[in-house]
Nanobody, 115 residues
Framework: QVQLVESGGGLVQPGGSLRLSCAASGIKFNITRTRWYRQAPGKQRELVAAITSGGNTNYADSVKGRFTVSRDNAKNTVYLQMNSLKPEDTAVYYC?????????WGQGTQVNVSS
């Protein structure tokens, strides 16, 4: 059974940092395409960052230079390092993976950026 479990969300002040983790079971992240999405209240879910099986990354313009996606193959975990957080980064963040032609979502982790 495939399971993606996010963690690391919380409340942080503007300008602060958080690191989200997405731990996988049932799949190997090093042969998947993995993405981080987020959804703010009243808004559509949007792509934040992605990492391919080869380690190539790309980011939404709104987070370029502030967020970094990475992967630890030994731990089968994907991370999203978020720096210089802004109130508009407040959202539920979801991990998403495409593996063997199937799509998988995590349950989400809440990030609140507020003073």
């Amino acid at each position: 059974q495939v399971q993606l479990v996010e963690s690391g969300g919380g409340l942080v002040q503007p300008g602060g940092s958080l690191r989200l983790s997405c731990a996988a079971s049932g799949i190997k992240f090093n042969i998947t395409r993995t993405r981080w999405y987020r959804q703010a209240p009243g808004k559509q879910r949007e792509l934040v960052a992605a990492i391919t099986s080869g380690g190539n990354t790309n980011y939404a313009d709104s987070v370029k230079g502030r967020f970094t996606v990475s992967r630890d193959n030994a731990k089968n975990t994907v991370y999203l390092q978020m720096n210089s957080l802004k109130p508009e980064d407040t959202a539920v963040y979801y991990c998403y993976a495409i593996y063997m032609g199937y799509q998988y979502w995590g349950q989400g982790t809440q990030v609140n950026v507020s003073s």
